[in-house]
């Protein structure tokens, strides 16, 4: 069973920053960040493979930067230039080659106009 602690998220004013992350018991081929907004659907935001490659939601590209520390089982998604649209809770996702995804607690973030 992997675990996963997501720490970082907060309220933030329009067009300010923060940085998410989260750390894995164990070393995942794949990880990422969902996000959920109130009465929608759970939604990718970005993920990075071990190996560095990454994809973004069209809708973060540019503002959003994904990255990992493979030493420490740790991802982390710098968020800037937030927009109100932005809050959600986030999820961090462990994507293992063989067998089931595994997700985080959740963290808020909230961004203010």
């Known amino acids: 069973q992997v675990q996963l602690v997501e720490s970082g998220g907060g309220l933030v004013q329009a067009g300010g920053s923060l940085r998410l992350s989260c750390v894995a018991s164990?070393?995942?081929?794949?990880m990422g960040w969902y996000r959920q907004a109130p009465g929608k659907q759970r939604e990718l935001v970005a993920t990075?493979?071990?190996?560095?490659?990454?994809d973004y939601a069209d809708s973060v590209k540019g503002r959003f930067t994904i990255s990992r520390d493979n030493a420490k089982n740790t991802i982390y998604l710098q968020m800037s230039s937030l927009k109100p649209e932005d809050t959600a809770v986030y999820y961090c996702?462990?994507?293992?080659?063989?067998?089931?995804?595994?997700w985080g607690q959740g963290t808020q973030v909230t961004v203010s106009s």
């Open positions: 996702n462990a994507i293992p080659v063989l067998g089931p995804n595994y």
């Open positions: 990075i493979t071990n190996f560095g490659n990454m």
């Open positions: 164990e070393s995942i081929f794949r």
